[in-house]
């Protein structure tokens, strides 16, 4: 279980390193958090008691909240991007100024 999370994880940064569309990015961090929530609930099955087993299944649930809030944020800020400049690669943006 951790070996896949790592996998996903080291995806999740390749990806963020060498894409230059900023809609891949933003997939490519959401690879990332979820490598993360896997590592969550793995660790909490392997904890003794079930308050302990419960707190990585919660913690995992609220990064879940926080990774949709994420990605509606960029992709609200990606839209108005795209209005703008008719671009959404990251090489062609180096600054957010119009």
Known sequence: ML???AL????GVFGVLYRRNAIMVLLSI??????ANINFVAFSNT????????NGQVFALISIAVAAAE???GLAILLVL???????EVNEVATLRW
């Open 47 to 54: 904890a003794g008691s079930a308050a302990a087993a419960a």
């Open 30 to 35: 959401e690879l990332m958090l979820n490598a």
């Open 3 to 5: 070996g896949f999370s």
């Open 71 to 73: 990605i509606a944020v």
């Open 8 to 11: 996903l994880f080291a995806i």
């Open 82 to 88: 795209w209005k703008a400049r008719d671009t959404i």
